[in-house]
């Protein structure tokens, strides 16, 4: 059975190839067109041609003679004939076939570089870590910051397998491939060793740094298990308070002073933690409820820090500055969430009920009888009738039947949505030409991203043909944006659908609201910072950058593996599956991909 779908493939892509091929002039390079040398040594036009595989892909008699070579002026193609060159003389030549019936795709871009050996590999050489008794510390974001990626192409072996980590502790050394966990140190000094080739594969430069991690003499202070609060509320809340992990005794809460910190940047007064009043924490223009627990102990040590906690409203309270709610799952755990800003629905619809799932059922210990109300005007006079919410604008007040007069009103904008077709793959059946086909949709525009391949036709049509070479890369990925016209009809009889948030549950997971993809409202995007490390990686890497991002992750035939659409920068992805990973990120509206090797 195996065999006939092989042969079933095989006629399809060679039916696809004999439709694809043209008689125009079609210049590739089948390797990769970086060529690199420790010696500054003399390179000829027809060692490049040879070295890259450069060919005609419409030309069975190509031929080396064919072929010039010319003198790149930034992109423009000089009229510099060059025949033969040193390493250092250009950062990159143009090799053109002469009489191209195709002048778009008549040469190819060949980059070369001189090879220097570095001196280090790390601008320090040792991280320092000082943490609460018995936690850990991930110095990983520290950790590539400070070191210097150097890879002169030579290398057999992955980063994964290079980077060796010796716990002094223990003295033995090994490779962080072989430990998901490697940068998630307790108390102890760790050396963490480079291997890199640098002329050959077994020509090597190591460099090392180490990480020293203490534990702090301070006792940790904490708020623990407080049930959320309604505005009015007078609280005792000394039976919350705990230290070194055991509740506070009453000669603990001596040595304790207690200050409202909630209007920012004052002074704050002290208050009576066994009678907290709530209305002195608060007030809907101008505070947010934060204490602040100074410890005696801890102070006369010198070098402990306070201890400060945002109590849980039952309402949810916007900050002042901005429209980010905070609040705590079940695990104690500080939750940033947005209620204000564009949603998308589906159908031309947005049910009320994701506000509910969003905002009221995952945090049922919090938010329990909080009631929200849908109005379509700023004066709450006007209701949304229905479940379902077309687009528009709306105004939501939320409040809790618990709390005598506690309430906050949201702006929600509801939008419709375009498409995308995430990254897909082809399975890599060899060299030739390979099809990927996006959905129909009348009068709509097709936009494609291919990676590892070369677009042949189709990038403005929702069928696009590439030719591949697994030489040049491990394989060949497109992504499609469609974006459909402004009337939402339905088509072919099937209707248009778009995107619904993805929240948390109680458990603090994340699962999506059917059905649909993923849109989210984050903040403190910083594009330019977002990469991948280790890359490539042994089941485990990390994005760097900084807050929170919505990602999905495909794998190498573009099915959907992992998704997380409140991942926070820095904290580890675990993928088991080898091969390409395509990482979609998307922060504030912005999007960004990421490809992943696991090893």
């Known amino acids: 059975m195996k065999k006939y779908i092989l042969i079933f493939i095989s006629v399809i892509l060679l039916s696809t190839s004999l439709k694809a091929q043209t008689t125009d002039t079609y210049v590739v390079a089948d390797n990769p067109v970086g060529l690199s040398s420790c010696v500054d040594s003399i390179i000829t036009l027809e060692d490049i041609y ?108 992955s980063l994964n397998e290079r980077i060796l980590l010796t716990d002094e502790s223990i003295g033995t050394e090994a490779p962080i491939g072989t430990n998901s966990t490697w940068s998630i140190v307790g108390k102890g000094k760790y050396k963490i060793r480079v291997q890199v080739a640098v002329c050959d594969p077994a020509d090597f430069y190591y460099d090392s740094i180490y990480v020293i991690v203490n534990e702090s003499p301070c006792l940790k202070l904490e708020i623990k298990e407080m049930p959320s609060l309604c505005r009015d509320e007078i609280v005792d809340i000394t039976p919350y308070i705990y230290l070194d992990n055991h509740a506070a005794t009453s000669s603990d809460l001596s040595q304790m002073s207690f200050t409202n910190k909630s209007l920012l940047g004052g002074t704050g007064e002290t208050f009576n933690p066994a009678a907290m009043d709530m209305t002195q924490m608060v007030d809907k223009t101008s505070r947010f409820p934060q204490i602040l627990i100074t410890y005696q102990p801890n102070v006369a040590l010198g070098m402990c820090t306070d201890y400060t906690y945002m109590p849980t409203l039952k309402v949810p309270t916007k900050l002042i500055t901005s429209d980010i709610i905070l609040t705590k799952n079940n695990n104690g755990t500080i939750a940033n969430y947005t209620v204000e800003g564009d949603y998308y629905g589906f159908n031309d619809m947005f049910s009320k009920d994701v506000f509910k799932k969003l905002y009221v059922d995952n945090f049922t210990t919090v938010h329990a009888g909080t009631v929200m109300d849908f109005y379509s005007d700023a004066a709450l006079t006007v209701p949304a009738p229905g479940n379902n919410l077309t687009p528009g604008t709306y105004y939501i007040a939320a409040t809790n039947p618990d709390c005598s007069d506690d309430s906050t009103l949201f702006t929600v904008n509801v939008k419709n949505r375009d498409f995308d077709i995430f990254w897909q793959s082809a399975p890599a059946l060899g060299k030739g030409y390979y099809t990927f086909t996006a959905p129909v949709y009348s009068g709509a525009n097709y936009s494609w991203i291919v990676w ?148």
């Open 50 to 157: 040879k070295i890259a595989e450069i060919r005609d892909l419409n030309d069975p008699n190509d031929d080396v003679s064919m072929y010039k070579m010319f003198r790149l002026q930034g992109s423009v193609i000089t009229t510099e004939e060059l025949t033969s060159i040193h390493y250092s003389d250009y950062p990159s030549v143009y090799v053109k076939k002469m009489n191209a019936t195709n002048i778009h795709r008549g040469g190819i871009q060949v980059f070369l570089y001189l090879i220097t050996p570095p001196t280090s590999l790390f601008n320090v050489d040792t991280l320092k870590y000082t943490v609460d008794k018995g936690a850990t510390v991930n110095f990983t974001p520290d950790f590539f910051a400070k070191f210097t990626f150097f890879s002169s192409g030579k290398d057999l072996t």
């Open 452 to 599: 590892g391949g070369s677009v042949i036709s189709g990038n403005n049509t929702n069928q696009l043909t590439v030719y591949f070479s697994e030489t040049a890369s491990p394989s060949v990925s497109a992504r499609c944006t469609i974006t459909l016209p402004a009337a939402r009809t339905t088509i072919n009889g099937n209707n248009l659908t778009s995107a619904v948030y993805i929240t948390s549950n109680e458990s603090g997971d994340k699962e999506e609201i059917k059905p649909g993809i993923t849109t989210p409202v984050i903040s403190n995007y910083s594009e330019s910072s977002l990469k991948a490390y280790p890359n490539p990686a042994t089941e485990t890497f990390s994005l760097s950058g900084s807050g929170l991002y919505d990602i999905k992750i495909y794998n190498s035939v573009g099915q959907l593996v992992l998704t997380n659409n409140s991942y926070k920068a820095e904290t580890p992805i675990i993928i088991k599956n080898k091969g390409l990973h395509v990482v979609y990120a998307t922060q504030n509206g912005n999007s960004k991909v990421i490809k992943v090797i696991i090893e």
